[in-house]
């Protein structure tokens, strides 16, 4: 009966030992697991700013590249506006022309 109690007892020993291992693996894994969630949060703010100076970027670039796609459009304009003043006295000289081509056929 003795030593039936100390085989059982030597038994469960082992078997403590074994869920002492298996909590101290579990634990390693968590402080691990803890450990680069730190990190992650730590450097959380630092890619927020990174993600927003990229917006910040992408935005300025897309401002400037309207602007000169404005400053070309007027430019565009003020050329076709002087193109239009131009045609419109060529047509009043023709008509003029015209005028007294006509008078000069009628005399």
């Known amino acids: 009966a003795a030593l039936q109690k100390i085989k059982l007892a030597s038994k469960q020993t082992a ?29 959380t ?11 910040k970027e992408q935005y300025e670039s897309k401002v400037r590249q309207q602007q000169l796609e ?3 459009s007027c430019m565009e304009l003020k050329l ?5 003043v131009e045609a419109e006295q060529s047509l009043l000289q023709i008509q003029a022309q015209l005028e007294e081509s006509s008078a000069s056929l009628e005399r």
């Open 15 to 43: 078997q403590d030992k074994e869920g002492i291992r298996n909590l101290q693996m579990e634990l390693s894994l968590v402080r691990e697991e803890r450990d680069k969630l730190t990190l992650e949060l730590k450097r």
């Open 80 to 84: 076709a506006a002087a193109s239009r």
């Open 70 to 72: 404005l400053e070309h």
């Open 45 to 55: 703010p630092e890619l927020i700013e990174k993600a927003l100076a990229d917006l």
